[in-house]
């Protein structure tokens, strides 16, 4: 099986069950080396007048210098049957090990971004805006006190990064 290529506008999907339940991985890099990690945040709209992909990335992950070395990221979403790959590249570092690999994921390019084979959608999104959140632009206490404060993630803030979708690929 192979991809086809799908306007943005075309998409029906209930984008909080797909990104919070179902997950995705976010991932950057070129043939030489990448990396990816699974996200359950994230959001879909509009920006900058263009179809939009947001996602957040903790200061501490790998994927996270390879997101900022390069102008493309994808998300990549999945049917049944990949859950223990998406907990696998969730739960283990790329700086240690070969997660794609253990997680028996097939790594192929789309332009300037890396993606999946065994996804069934793809957004392959161009940077567009990096933005660091700091524990000072919180306006919600509850959100630093509940993600921030604590454990392992104490003062591990995220950056929000969004991407303009250059293609959405789906699986034929």
């Known amino acids: 099986m192979s991809f086809h290529e799908v306007p943005a506008e075309s998409l029906s999907f209930n984008p909080f069950e797909k990104i919070s339940k179902e997950w995705m991985l976010v991932t950057a890099g070129t043939p030489a080396a990448a990396n990816t990690m699974t996200a359950s945040w994230g959001a ?3 920006w900058w007048g263009k ?3 947001t996602c957040y990335i903790r200061e501490t992950r790998y994927t996270k210098e390879f997101v ?3 102008d493309c990221f994808t998300l990549s979403f999945f049917g049944d049957g990949c ?3 998406l907990k696998l590249c969730g739960s283990v570092s790329g700086r240690d090990r070969d997660k794609i690999a253990e997680a028996g994921l097939t790594l192929a390019f789309e ?3 890396p993606y999946f084979e065994e996804a069934q959608m793809v957004f392959v999104c161009r940077k567009a805006l990096a933005l660091p959140m700091p524990k000072e632009s919180f306006v919600d206490a509850d959100a630093y006190e509940n993600w921030y404060s604590k454990g392992a ?3 591990n803030f995220h ?3 969004i991407g303009t979708i250059e293609k959405v690929l789906v699986r034929d």
């Open 44 to 46: 879909l709209g509009v």
């Open 51 to 53: 179809p939009a992909a």
């Open 68 to 70: 900022d070395a390069n």
């Open 83 to 85: 859950r223990d790959a």
């Open 111 to 113: 332009g300037c971004a």
């Open 153 to 155: 993630y104490a003062d």
């Open 159 to 161: 950056t929000m990064y």
